[in-house]
């Protein structure tokens, strides 16, 4: 049986200007960043808090894991901000929707109530975005 779920993947439009938003921007720890065979990059990251989960901020790239018409293609995806790649928790989101803007974070829509919180949307830097949200027993 599946036990947890350890990496999950962000696609992003250059690696090293990800790791300057998640590290410096985000505040995540990088775990892993080593040039592999051909070239691939494997770099992660983790939220301070939970290292035991790793965000692959991966450059699709032809030739390793995608044909170049799918490079362009998520690329496109990516760019035009129609990925949504995710959920961040925090335990104060006006506090941390400051914070983050006050660093540069581009945000698409502040905090605001929702049924089941409180929730800003903000995208990275290669136009991901995410939801940043405040459960309500938070």
Not at 40 to 52: D, I
Not at 90 to 114: D, I, M, W
Request: charged letters at 20%; proline letters at 4%.
């Amino acid at each position: 049986m599946i036990s947890r779920m350890s990496h999950a993947t962000i696609y992003v439009t250059n690696q090293d200007q990800a790791l300057e938003f998640y590290r410096d921007k985000l505040g995540f720890k990088v775990i892993t960043d080593v040039t592999m065979d051909g070239g691939f990059r494997w770099l992660t990251v983790s939220p301070e808090n939970q290292s035991n989960f790793e965000i692959i901020l991966m450059e699709p790239k032809p030739g390793f894991m995608f044909e170049e018409e799918a490079c362009n293609q998520l690329l496109s995806l990516i760019t035009g901000g129609k990925l949504g790649a995710g959920v961040f928790n925090t335990h104060n989101c006006q506090a941390t929707y400051e914070e983050l803007s006050a660093k540069g974070v581009e945000f698409l829509s502040p905090p605001a109530q929702r049924p089941y919180g409180i929730e800003a949307i903000f995208k990275d830097n290669s136009g991901n975005w995410f939801s940043l949200t405040q459960h309500e027993e938070d």
